[in-house]
């Protein structure tokens, strides 16, 4: 009787737990839905339409011949594509780094006790949302071009000759790509620096620590999440990009990025097999890389 008792008595206990998490698995299946439908299904169709050959008697057919040969044609043609497109996102991402910490720190921890500036400077930081990613390009193309201002400064001063232009060149692919990302580099830093307990500032001037030592022992680890994040969320998007290399924004022939070859697949040549193939490659380094860096940098739960 008493045996019979404790197990009823430990029914009773583990029928509420049972139901919490049924409650929260009907709430996780929507979400869990909505991930499958429009992000694992269409993940598998584009990693089947990866190894299909590619139907050049019928304008944008293919077929599945389950084989590699699309990656091993990509990576041997397309290789230069594929490496200008880490250098410039890795130049954006150190750029967009520079330029943002100083605003985020400035913003989150020494406007600390004025919050209608404080919000006021946050505002402008994500005001660019607010315009079309198109139309901030295309403005910048404008003032760019050869008949622009800046190039017509640059030649008035002697810097620039008659045949110099900015338009077409990597630094202007790079500079369109740090500009652009820049909003998604400053929120986060912002985000952990505004969590900085300033009260260690004070301890390791106490310290005798000069400001440099405060900033790379204190200030800089203690930031070290949301540079993580920032960085991230720069980079990932900056290597796929295919807007600023583009020959009708900022781009040239010379400057083409991995995104404006995937493009041109889906979108011009129609050869769809191939565009797969470089989306899948595109995302199988950029997961390897993000995931090397997440874990040398000790910040593994962001995965």
């Known amino acids: 009787m008493a045996m019979s008792a404790l197990a009823v008595a430990d029914t009773k206990k583990a029928s509420p737990q ?11 299946l929507p979400g869990l839905a909505y991930l499958a439908l429009f992000f694992l299904v269409p993940f598998v169709s584009l990693l089947i339409t990866s190894f299909g050959v590619n139907d050049t008697s019928q304008y944008g057919a293919f077929y599945y011949a389950f084989n590699w040969q699309n990656y091993v044609d990509v990576i041997a043609e397309y290789w230069p594509q594929f490496l200008r497109s880490f250098w410039y996102a890795l130049l954006a991402t150190l750029f967009a780094l520079l330029i943002s910490y100083p605003i985020a720190y400035f913003i989150g921890v020494v406007l600390r006790d004025r919050p209608l500036i404080r919000n006021l400077l946050l505002v402008l930081v994500i005001a660019p949302f607010f315009i079309s990613f198109l139309l901030r390009t295309l403005a910048w193309k404008a003032l760019f071009a050869d008949e622009g201002p800046v190039v017509g400064f640059l030649q008035a001063i002697g810097i620039f000759g008659p045949q110099d232009h900015i338009t077409g060149t990597g630094f202007a ?9 820049i909003p998604f580099m400053t929120l986060p ?7 900085l307990d300033t009260r260690l500032l004070e301890a390791s001037s106490d310290l005798y620590a000069t400001p440099g030592q405060t900033f790379w022992r204190v200030t800089f680890p203690l930031s070290l999440p949301g540079v993580v994040s920032g960085t991230l969320l720069t980079f990932i998007p900056a290597t796929g990009d295919y807007v600023n290399a583009s020959q009708a924004f900022l781009g040239s022939p010379s400057t083409t990025m991995i995104g404006n070859v995937i493009q041109s697949k889906f979108l011009i040549t129609v050869n769809y097999p191939q565009a797969a193939a470089l989306s899948i490659l595109l995302m199988a380094v950029i997961l390897i890389i993000v995931g090397s860096y ?5 910040t593994d739960d962001l995965l």
Request: proline share 0%; no cysteine; glycine share 6%.
């Open 189 to 195: 830093l912002f985000a952990s620096l505004d969590r």
């Open 18 to 28: 049972r139901r919490a998490s049924w409650v929260a698995f009907a709430l996780l």
């Open 173 to 181: 692919v790079v500079f369109g790509l740090t500009y652009n990302f």
């Open 294 to 298: 997440v874990r040398r940098t000790g």
